[in-house]
C-alpha cells in the first residue's frame, strides 16, 4: 500500500473515524485505554468523543533473540505474560531467554509507568466497560496481553478499537473469549506493517504521552 493511498492521515484521524463507530457507547460510561504510546493518541480521540475516562495498558514486546522487530509475546505491568507458542518452538527459545526477556520489558515498563502515574491516577476497570485501543496491530502479541490484563482485572465488557490489522490478527483477537467486540475498519491484503496505514506516522514521544494525560486528569 503507498503510504500517499493510505487510509488514514495520523493517528489523531485514525481515532476520530473509531470514535464515530464507537459513539453508541456513551452510555456505558466506558474506560478508553490506549497502548503507549501511538495508542494513546487514538484513545485520547475516541475518549473526547464519548466524553468518559482515558488511562494507559502497558504491555511491553518480549522481542525474539537477534531479531528485536520480531515479537515472540507480550508481559504487562502485573507481570502477566502472552507468549506465541509457534514462534518460540520453532525458534527454539529457551525459558530463562524468555525469563531474561521478561526482567528486562518489566523494567522498561516500570520506569515509563512511574511517569505516567504521576500525572494520572490508574482508574480501575472492575466491572466496567473497557475499550482497549491502540494505533494498529500486526503479530497482537501486545494486543492480547492487554486483553488479558484487563479482564484478569474485571473488566464487565472488553471491546478492541485499532485502526486496522492484517485480517489473521483480528480473526484472532475476534475468538478470544474475553473480547466482546472488535471494531477494525481497515484489513488489507497485503498487510505488512502499521505504519502503511498512516500518511503520517511519526514517532509519538513519552512528553506528548503526559500532555494528553495531563488533559484527562481533571483539577
Do not use: W
Not at 478508553?32 to 484513545?43: H, K, N, Q, T, Y
Not at 521478561?102 to 502515574?117: G, P, Q, V
Not at 496481553?145 to 484472532?172: F, M, N, R, W, Y
Amino acid at each position: 500500500m503507498d503510504m500517499n493511498n493510505a487510509p488514514y492521515a495520523d493517528r489523531s484521524e485514525a481515532g476520530k473515524a473509531l470514535a464515530e463507530e464507537l459513539a453508541g457507547l456513551s452510555g456505558e460510561r466506558p474506560v478508553v485505554v490506549g497502548l503507549p504510546r501511538g495508542g494513546v493518541v487514538v484513545a485520547a480521540e475516541i475518549a473526547r468523543r464519548l466524553e468518559c475516562d482515558l488511562d494507559v495498558i502497558i504491555a511491553g514486546k518480549l522481542r525474539a533473540p537477534y531479531n528485536p522487530e520480531l515479537a515472540i509475546g507480550a508481559v504487562t505491568e502485573d507481570g502477566h505474560a502472552y507468549l506465541n507458542r509457534s514462534i518460540v518452538r520453532d525458534l527454539r527459545i529457551k525459558d530463562d531467554y524468555i525469563e531474561g526477556e521478561k526482567k528486562d520489558r518489566l523494567k522498561t515498563i516500570s520506569e515509563r509507568l512511574a511517569l505516567y502515574r504521576k500525572i494520572k491516577k490508574k482508574v480501575h476497570l472492575k466491572d466496567r466497560t473497557v475499550i482497549i485501543a491502540d494505533d494498529g496491530i500486526a503479530t497482537g502479541s501486545t494486543m492480547i496481553s492487554a486483553i488479558q490484563a484487563a479482564s484478569a482485572e474485571g473488566a464487565k465488557k472488553i471491546i478492541v478499537a485499532i485502526p486496522g490489522g492484517p485480517h489473521d490478527t483480528v480473526e484472532l483477537i475476534k475468538k478470544m473469549p474475553e473480547v466482546s467486540a472488535v471494531i477494525c475498519p481497515v484489513t488489507p491484503l497485503d498487510f505488512y506493517a502499521v505504519s502503511q496505514l498512516y500518511m503520517k506516522f511519526d514517532q509519538v514521544e513519552d512528553q506528548k504521552v503526559v500532555r494528553i494525560l495531563k488533559e484527562f486528569a481533571g483539577p
